[in-house]
C-alpha cells in the first residue's frame, strides 16, 4: 500500500516507463451482475487490455498494481478475464472500497512482477477463524483466487455463509508477493477481537479459631489448631488456580504453509492468448 499524491506530470512519466499503464474508470462487480469475482483480488479489463499486452509480449501470470491516483492509494491485483466493457475495470466491491473508489472513479492499471511468496502473517478480526475445525483447508481453497498478496491489505474470505476479514501484516520475500504455484508459510497475529478473560478471585475461606494460650496448649483439646464447631479439624478447599486463557500463536501456525494448486485457466491460455485465439 503506497500513499502519495502524483501529478499528472507523473503520470504520463510513468506511462512511458512501464511496459503496460492505461488510465480506466472502475466499477463493481455486482454492477455487471460478476459476483463470481467477489471473492478474491482478480479484475476484468477490457479486449484493447489483451490486445496491448499482447503486443508487449508480457507474459502470465499477469499482475498489476491499481491506484486510485486521487489520494494515492495502491495494491496489486490480478487478471481474470479481458470482458470488461472499454474504458473500464471491473473490481471485486471489497477492493473497490478498500481503495476507497466510488463507481466510475478513475485508477491506473500498470503491469507488475512480483516475486514468489515465501511467507505471509496474517491477523483475522475475528477469533472465530482460527477457531474453524480446519482453517489451513480454509485459506488454501480462499487464497485461489487470489493472484497476490500486499503487505498493509485486508482481504475477506467466505466459509459456510459466514464473511472473515484478515489484514495482511507481513509478507517476505517482499511488501508484495505471488501467491500463484508457490507454498507459503503461514503465522497467525492475534485476532483484534481476542480478549483476555478475567482472573478468577479466590473466595475466602471461613474456618473457627480458638485462641491459643498456653494452659490450652497443655493437654487442651483445642490446642490452638483451627476446629469446626462439631471439635472437628477444619479442612481448607482444595485452592482452584485460575484458569488464564493464552493466546500462543505457534499453535495456530500452519506448519508445512498453504500449498498452492496451478492457476484455473486451461494449460494453453496463455498460448492461445499470444495468437489472439478467443480466451474461454
Not at 121 to 146: C, G, M, S, W
Amino acid at each position: 500500500m503506497l500513499f502519495g499524491f502524483p501529478s499528472p506530470e507523473n503520470v504520463r512519466a510513468r506511462r512511458r516507463a512501464q511496459p503496460f499503464f492505461e488510465m480506466y474508470k472502475a466499477f463493481p462487480a455486482g454492477f455487471f451482475g460478476r459476483d463470481d469475482i467477489e471473492k478474491g483480488n482478480m479484475i476484468l479489463l477490457p479486449p484493447s487490455a489483451a490486445r496491448h499486452l499482447t503486443e508487449l509480449h508480457i507474459e502470465g501470470p499477469m499482475l498489476f498494481r491499481i491506484t486510485n491516483n486521487a489520494i494515492g492509494l495502491s495494491t496489486h491485483c490480478g487478471m481474470l478475464e479481458f470482458t470488461a466493457e472499454e474504458g473500464t475495470v471491473v473490481l471485486p466491491f471489497w477492493l473497490l472500497q478498500h481503495l476507497a473508489l466510488r463507481e466510475g472513479d478513475d485508477v491506473s492499471i500498470e503491469s507488475a512482477i512480483l516475486p514468489k511468496g515465501t511467507y505471509v502473517k496474517l491477523q483475522p478480526h475475528k477469533t472465530a477463524f482460527i477457531d474453524l475445525p480446519n482453517p489451513k483447508a480454509v485459506l488454501e481453497n480462499a487464497l485461489r483466487k487470489y493472484a497476490c498478496l500486499t503487505k498493509g491489505d485486508s482481504i475477506v474470505i467466505e466459509f459456510a455463509g459466514n464473511t472473515y476479514e484478515i489484514d495482511i501484516i507481513e509478507t517476505k520475500p517482499h511488501e508484495a508477493i505471488m501467491t500463484i504455484q508457490t507454498d507459503l508459510e503461514v503465522d497467525f497475529a492475534t485476532p483484534k477481537d481476542y480478549k483476555e478473560e478475567p482472573t478468577l478471585q479466590k473466595e475466602p475461606s471461613w474456618e473457627f479459631r480458638e485462641e491459643s494460650t498456653p494452659e490450652k496448649q497443655q493437654g487442651n483439646l483445642w490446642g490452638g489448631q483451627g476446629r469446626r464447631l462439631d471439635g472437628r479439624p477444619a479442612q481448607e478447599p482444595p485452592k482452584q488456580e485460575p484458569k488464564e486463557r493464552e493466546y500462543d500463536p505457534r499453535k495456530h501456525r500452519l506448519v508445512h504453509g498453504v500449498r498452492k494448486t496451478q492457476s484455473n485457466q486451461p494449460q494453453d491460455y496463455w498460448e492461445r492468448f499470444s495468437e489472439g485465439k478467443t480466451l474461454k
